[in-house]
């Protein structure tokens, strides 16, 4: 059976190895919201931007159609 102070070796071994993995986790969860997020938020607007004229040329289309 394990002792307190081999738990207590154990605790501290498995805290080295989180404490680097949690600071990897929030440096990807920053990346996610600074550049990915931005970058994908450009893109929409793009697409956005794209949409409006594809209406805009569909609707002038249509009226000259009409004449």
Request: aromatic letters at 0%; glycine letters at 2%; a negative charge.
């Amino acid at each position: 059976m394990l002792e307190q102070k081999d738990l207590e070796m154990i605790a501290e071994i498995v805290a080295k190895v989180v404490e680097p993995v949690k600071k990897d986790v929030k440096e990807i969860q920053l990346t996610l919201e600074n550049e990915t997020n931005r970058n994908i938020k450009i893109v929409a607007e793009g697409h956005l931007d794209l949409s409006r004229k594809l209406d805009e040329a569909l609707k002038i289309e249509r009226q000259e159609e009409k004449s």
